[in-house]
Every structure is written in C-alpha cells, then in structure tokens.
Nanobody, 117 residues
C-alpha cells in the first residue's frame, strides 16, 4: 500500500518562500514519478509540477521559474521549493505518486499554503 505524507505548508507573505515535502512509503520510490498538484475550493485539482525517477521535470506555466521540484531517492522524499509566492498560489497542495504498475492513483491528504499579507 502506497502512503504519502505532505508537510511544510503554512502562512507566508507575498514574495516569500516555502518548501513542501512528501514522504513516500510502500513503493519502489526511485522508479515512481512524483507530482505536486493544488486545489482551491470549488475547483479541480491542477498540476503544479512532476518529476520522474530519472529526474525529468515538468511545470505548470503559472509556476515556471518560481517553483522547483526535486527528489531524494535515498530518503524516499519529494520536495517542492516555492519562491516568490503570490496570493494566487494559495491552495491545498497534494502529493501524487505514479508508476506503471499502479492500478490506481495515490494521493496524500494535502497541506494548506496560504499566501497573504
């Protein structure tokens, strides 16, 4: 059973930074694509960034140049470094794990990021 645990959310002022972490268990982490998605009330969950086991990354256009996704395969953890945060980045951020052997999507419970002055 794959389990994902996010941490690192909180309240930050516009222009500030936060780093989210996603600790994974129950999967061969090094071959699992990890992703960050975000969701605001009443809206669908949108892609923020993904990183493959080989380190290939993909970003939503709205965060490119401000956010950086990374992973530490030794620690089974994925990260999302968020810099120059904007109020529009306020959302619940979810970690996702994807692998060709999976028969379903795996998600963490989410962590709230609130960008406000």
């Amino acid at each position: 059973q794959v389990q994902l645990m996010e941490s690192g959310g909180g309240l930050v002022q516009p222009g500030g930074s936060l780093r989210l972490s996603c600790a994974a268990s129950g999967t061969i982490f090094s071959s699992t694509t990890m992703g960050w998605y975000r969701q605001t009330t009443g809206n669908k969950r949108d892609l923020v960034a993904t990183i493959t086991g080989r380190g290939e990354t993909r970003y939503a256009s709205s965060v490119k140049g401000r956010f950086t996704i990374s992973r530490d395969n030794a620690e089974n953890t994925a990260y999302l470094q968020m810099d120059n945060l904007e109020p529009e980045d306020t959302a619940v951020y979810f970690c996702n794990a994807d692998h060709p052997a999976f028969t379903r999507a795996y998600w963490g419970k989410g962590t709230l990021v609130n960008v406000s002055s």
